[in-house]
């Protein structure tokens, strides 16, 4: 019997490649065939972790380090470097059919990598049939190949439960020409894993670990997994044990003369229950950012902190809008305004002076704000009773701290009023669903929305305002986030 039992335990070992642990070389593959010449140089100080453990290669350019369950084995991508690139995707793990061989070097490459640069931010994509993939091309893809892009940040919920679309989707962001660091969202996970570690398997076997590291120019980034699997599908905002544990080995291999820690994840930090936690791990550290996704709104948010700059955190909407609902364009587009009224589209960020522009798919570059104005018309009368009182401007990248002001007659400007409430677009929309207007058109509805908007101002039209055709101009300004937005529209007053 106790024969038995040790042959059980070696099987198990040998099965779960735990009977060793993983060592290894780092190298730059100069001829970049991804096997390691003797000509190749090694390299020292080069960080690999396990998911939670952290080591640092030695003079040789060789690691060694333990297996552990359910997580992956990584380099952490050291600056001016890079390993091999799918579809974008930096292979940076261990294949799974490689962890027994109890032996794995990591190739990286060169990498040209600017201080100032540019970093593409893109919300929920959650494309759900390869139509939305298609959609996701036309309105990403199509915009930002070829652009100078330091690299692209997919800020979770991939897909829409869809693994089958990893591929299409992965294939399409590639063609933009940029690295690409994947998040995983709570439609991107397992459900019913058997334990915590197991809820990214499919995630991790097309994007790699859903947490980890890289260094890039001067920066720091460090992205999270904060989707805590619950019962029946559930989920909450927090960091299990091994990534706390992961992060606190990073900062202590690490230094703080990073110009930026830039931190992404999924689910907003606002939302998080352990996200005390996790700011204070910063505490060393003076420029700290924050982009998530997830809410399908957009929004700025500061974290104070005693000793340092607060840390500012974007939640970055969605590229799919609304989830892809909604009458379509002449592309074929679905409208899929975001709950706050926001067009879908993408964020720029520019780390050359930390400004951030927000990009309306379809839209020019300075497409900043939707205005929404009284309008009396004879033939559809449908909103002839919609709000007669007020002009609504909604700034898609505006903060609580942005001055917005509007002029009737363009030479007198007057401050707007902070609004809290539905935007005025969504309501329209939704009111025009819910009357029957696509009835006969193959679309997604759209959910009733319920969000108010956190980047809407109004202004009441007075009293004493002639009747005639007005052209309407309305200027937002916040130099620290580098907003500075026109708009116009042509108000028909009777």
């Known amino acids: 019997m106790k024969n038995?039992?040790?042959l059980i335990s070696l099987i198990g070992l040998i099965n779960t490649g735990l009977a060793k642990p993983i060592k290894g070389r780092v190298y730059v593959d100069k001829n970049q065939d991804q096997q390691w010449n003797k000509d190749e140089k090694l390299l020292e100080g080069i960080l690999v972790s396990n998911g939670k453990d952290i080591v640092k290669t030695n003079t040789k350019g060789e690691y060694k380090i333990s297996y552990i369950d359910g997580n992956q084995i990584f380099v952490i991508k050291p600056t001016q470097y890079i390993?091999?690139?799918?579809?974008?995707?930096?292979?940076?793990?261990?294949?799974?059919n490689m962890?027994?061989?109890?032996?794995?070097?990591?190739?990286?490459?060169?990498?040209?990598?600017?201080?100032?640069?540019?970093?593409?931010?893109?919300?929920?994509?959650?494309?759900?049939?390869?139509?939305?993939?298609?959609?996701?091309?036309?309105?990403?893809?199509?915009?930002?190949?070829?652009k100078e892009l330091?690299?692209?940040?997919?800020?979770?919920?991939?897909?829409f439960d869809k693994s089958n679309l990893h591929a299409p989707l992965s294939e399409s962001l590639g063609l933009i020409g940029a690295p690409v660091f994947y998040v995983m969202g709570n439609h991107d996970q397992d459900y019913n894993a058997e334990k915590i570690s197991y809820r990214d398997n499919t995630f991790e076997s097309f994007f790699g670990p859903s947490y980890y590291a890289f260094e890039y120019g001067s920066e720091l980034g460090i992205v999270l997994n904060n989707i805590y699997p619950m019962e029946s599908k559930?989920?909450?905002?927090?960091?299990?044990?091994?990534?706390?544990?992961?992060?606190?080995?990073?900062?202590?291999?690490?230094?703080?003369?990073?110009?930026?820690?830039?931190?992404?994840?999924?689910?907003?930090?606002?939302q998080m229950e352990d996200k005390e936690r996790l700011i204070k791990l910063f505490d060393n550290y003076k420029n700290v950012m924050v982009a998530t996704?997830?809410?399908?709104?957009?929004?700025?948010?500061?974290?104070?902190?005693?000793?340092?700059?607060?840390?500012?955190?974007?939640?970055?909407?969605?590229?799919?809008?609304?989830?892809?609902?909604?009458?379509?364009?002449?592309?074929?587009?679905?409208?899929?305004?975001?709950?706050?009224?926001?067009?879908?589209?993408?964020?720029?960020?520019?780390?050359?002076n930390e400004t951030y522009q927000y990009k309306a798919s379809g839209r020019s570059a300075d497409y900043q704000m939707s205005i929404t104005l009284p309008e009396q018309n004879a033939w559809d009368t449908i909103f002839n009773s919609f709000d007669n009182k007020y002009i609504y401007a909604n700034v898609f990248a505006a903060s609580e701290k942005t001055k917005v002001e509007?002029?009737?007659?363009?030479?007198?400007?007057?401050?707007?009023?902070?609004?809290?409430?539905?935007?005025?677009?969504?309501?329209?929309?939704?009111?025009?669903?819910?009357t029957g207007r696509y009835d006969s058109d193959k679309i997604a509805k759209m959910w009733e929305p319920k969000d108010k908007s956190d980047h809407i101002w109004r202004f009441e039209i007075p009293s004493s305002l002639e009747p005639g055709t007005y052209?309407?101009?309305?200027?937002?300004?916040?130099?620290?986030l580098g907003l500075d937005a026109k708009g116009q529209s042509v108000l028909d007053w009777n």
């Open 150 to 159: 330091g690299y692209v940040i997919p800020l979770g919920d991939i897909t």
């Open 83 to 96: 390993s091999p690139m799918k579809d974008g995707r930096p292979q940076s793990f261990i294949p799974e």
């Open 293 to 352: 996704g997830h809410t399908h709104t957009q929004y700025h948010k500061y974290f104070d902190r005693a000793q340092q700059q607060p840390i500012h955190e974007l939640v970055a909407g969605a590229v799919c809008g609304s989830w892809w609902s909604g009458p379509r364009d002449e592309r074929g587009v679905p409208l899929a305004i975001m709950n706050d009224g926001t067009l879908k589209g993408y964020w720029l960020l520019h780390t050359a």
């Open 406 to 434: 509007i002029s009737l007659d363009g030479k007198t400007w007057h401050p707007m009023q902070k609004f809290v409430g539905m935007a005025p677009l969504v309501t329209k929309a939704f009111t025009l669903q819910q």
């Open 234 to 270: 559930g989920y909450k905002a927090k960091l299990d044990d091994d990534q706390f544990t992961f992060i606190e080995n990073l900062l202590s291999h690490v230094n703080n003369h990073y110009s930026y820690v830039r931190i992404f994840m999924h689910m907003p930090l606002e």
């Open 4 to 6: 038995f039992v040790i």
């Open 99 to 146: 962890l027994n061989s109890g032996s794995y070097d990591f190739p990286l490459y060169t990498h040209n990598e600017p201080e100032d640069m540019t970093v593409a931010l893109l919300g929920d994509t959650q494309v759900k049939y390869i139509d939305d993939v298609h959609h996701m091309s036309k309105l990403v893809t199509d915009e930002l190949a070829g």
């Open 471 to 480: 052209l309407i101009k309305v200027r937002a300004q916040e130099p620290k």
